[in-house]
T-cell receptor, first 111, second 117 residues
Framework: AQSVAQPEDQVNVAEGNPLTVKCTYS??????LFWYVQYPNRGLQFLLK??????LVKGSYGFEAEFNKSQTSFHLKKPSALVSDSALYFC?????????FGKGTSLLVTP | GAVVSQHPSWVICKSGTSVKIECRSL??????MFWYRQFPKQSLMLMAT?????????EQGVEKDKFLINHASLTLSTLTVTSAHPEDSSFYIC?????????????FGPGTRLTVT
């Protein structure tokens, strides 16, 4: 069975500091991994994805993620957090077409 | 661009009534759409895969007779919650798959908040 795990329910970071939101995965083959962001009462917005190629993936709004096969991780990062980054972040993996989501991590960026 | 809309954005209905939620891909055709359900502060749970012109594929534990899905065109899928009960209150999100050659990507609608009283 394949799955993604987000070990942190919430991440707190001060504005201007770097942020990391963790994601690990479990899959028998090659993973297709995604990060999405959700603002309150809104749908999901795509941030970035890893299919193949460079392990460092750059996405929207200054976010990036690093695919680490040996650690089976796909952590989301941003060098300098903004208050407006505060939202719910989901890591996801696809098994065919449908997405399998992690439980989500709430990011709070304080001024 | 790739825009997916949902209508309505929120709806309140009485227990026992049925509610229809529409999911439209506005600027692309989508053979496949997905319906997810999200409880407060929880992740998205896939309910069913909607394929244009054929029956939907439901995930285990999802009642197909309660959650009716119709994908009659390449730009529209509908989810009808029949005989709604308070426990059906949730945030329902659809996504539409846009294909380009061998690659594909899902685009999500803004969600529909259903409250059953």
């Amino acid at each position: 069975a394949q799955s993604v795990a987000q070990p942190e329910d919430q991440v707190n970071v001060a504005e201007g500091n770097p942020l990391t939101v963790k994601c690990t995965y479990s899959v028998s083959g090659n993973p297709y991994l995604f990060w999405y962001v959700q603002y309150p009462n809104r749908g999901l917005q795509f941030l970035l994805k890893y299919i193949t190629g460079d392990n460092l993936v750059k996405g929207s709004y200054g976010f990036e993620a690093e695919f680490n096969k040996s650690q089976t991780s796909f952590h989301l990062k941003k060098p300098s957090a903004l208050v407006s980054d505060s939202a719910l972040y989901f890591c996801a993996m696809t098994s065919g077409y449908a997405l399998n989501f992690g439980k989500g991590t709430s990011l709070l960026v304080t001024p | 661009g790739a825009v997916v809309s949902q209508h309505p954005s929120w709806v309140i209905c009485k227990s026992g009534t049925s509610v229809k939620i529409e999911c439209r891909s506005l600027d692309f055709q989508a053979t496949t759409m997905f319906w997810y359900r999200q409880f407060p502060k929880q992740s998205l749970m896939l309910m069913a895969t909607s394929n244009e012109g054929s029956k939907a594929t439901y995930e285990q534990g999802v009642e197909k007779d309660k959650f009716l899905i119709n994908h009659a065109s390449l730009t529209l899928s509908t989810l009808t919650v029949t005989s709604a009960h308070p426990e059906d209150s949730s945030f329902y999100i659809c996504s539409a798959m846009k294909t380009s050659g061998s690659s594909y990507e899902q685009y999500f609608g803004p969600g529909t908040r259903l409250t059953v009283t």
